[in-house]
T-cell receptor, first 115, second 110 residues
């Protein structure tokens, strides 16, 4: 599986501010995704990060709130904008490799607390 | 009906027993099925994937798929306390989106 890192691993932020989360993979991957896992819940897909074009957002998630960049095949960022306490969650990036099957592998996650 | 359904548990089994985790899905066109293990405070770890009807074995883990019944299961043989975690069933939809169940919490008692 690919080695995936995320920065920061955790953060505590004030209401109304923004946080950018970075996801770095050690090899080129075709697909990168961003998920949210709220406390005690399962994973919800926020968007697919498309290399060189705008991300594809799932229902209930919008670009103004969660802008995403993917400048190349190994790196992506997710920004959580104008944060409120409801944004407190774990944010995870995942990847599917360029070679291989359908499998998705997850990064270690970013634990965000908004006060 | 939820797209992917799992019993939330907790499922408690004694050490050495077989743990059986079940999952049903609604999208009949789904072709790829995954089991992730998530320890508390950690990210999900892929432990099994299955694409064809029948059984797939990997060590102590066996995934079973029945597309006609829209049912996928995970068996853990010789359960160990270290297997205590939440197990997430995930199904890839026809559109390519990975949809997760709510997860089943497994507790293996020594």
């Amino acid at each position: 599986s690919a080695v995936i890192s995320q920065k920061p691993s955790r953060d505590i932020c004030q209401r109304g501010t923004s946080l950018t989360i970075q996801c770095q993979v050690d090899s080129q991957v075709t697909m990168m995704f961003w998920y949210r896992q709220q406390p005690g819940q399962s994973l919800t897909l926020i968007a697919t990060a498309n290399q060189g074009s705008e991300a594809t957002y799932e229902s209930g998630f919008v670009i103004d709130k969660f802008p995403i960049s993917r400048p190349n095949l190994t790196f992506s960022t997710l920004t959580v904008s104008n944060m409120s306490p409801e944004d407190s969650s774990i944010y995870l990036c995942s990847v599917e490799r360029a070679s291989g099957g359908n499998e998705q592998f997850f990064g270690p996650g970013t634990r965000l607390t908004v006060l | 009906q939820k797209e992917v359904e799992q019993n939330s548990g907790p499922l408690s089994v004694p050490e050495g027993a077989i743990a059986s985790l079940n999952c049903t899905y609604s999208d009949r066109g789904s072709q790829s099925f995954f089991w992730y293990r998530q320890y508390s405070g950690k990210s999900p770890e892929l432990i099994m994937f299955i694409y064809s009807n029948g059984d797939k074995e990997d060590g102590r883990f066996t995934a079973q798929l029945n597309k006609a019944s829209q049912y996928v299961s995970l068996l853990i043989r010789d359960s160990q306390p270290s297997d205590s975690a939440t197990y997430l069933c995930a199904v890839k939809s026809v559109r390519g989106k990975l949809i997760f169940g709510q997860g089943t919490e497994l507790s293996v008692k020594p």
